[in-house]
């Protein structure tokens, strides 16, 4: 339990290993930085963003560089791009559950839910 991400790049069809993702906790208009890291081979964090103990009721954000990305894959994009930095505001409700915050992403579009 705790919380956790992974994103999937559904322009190549694999996981968006080497991305970089910052977590923060949110604070009505106000933003804190709590963690900086790249996904690894599976698109995933090595370790849970919080493990079941550290998991506190609240609100939080996840914001991905997709643009950087996309841009390491070599991928032509136009400047700007559509999508530079996806962010993902969430609430935590109940620190007794599991929230799995995935990404669908490419360089067009984008996709999240409540994973389990």
């Given at each position: 339990m705790g919380?956790?991400?992974?994103?999937?790049?559904t322009m190549h069809g694999c996981p968006a290993a080497g991305m970089a993702v910052e977590l923060y906790a949110t604070d009505g208009g106000q933003a804190a930085l709590l963690q900086r890291l790249v996904l690894n081979h599976d698109g995933r964090t090595d370790a849970p963003l919080f493990d079941h103990a550290s998991l506190r009721t609240g609100t939080y954000r996840l914001t991905f560089d997709v643009g950087g990305y996309f841009k390491s894959r070599n991928v032509a994009l136009p400047e700007p791009n559509f999508l530079d930095r996806v962010s993902l505001d969430f609430g935590i409700a109940h620190t007794d559950q599991h929230y799995h915050v995935p990404l669908l992403v490419s360089p067009w579009s984008y996709a999240t839910y409540r994973g389990s």
């Open positions: 919380l956790s991400t992974h994103v999937l790049d």
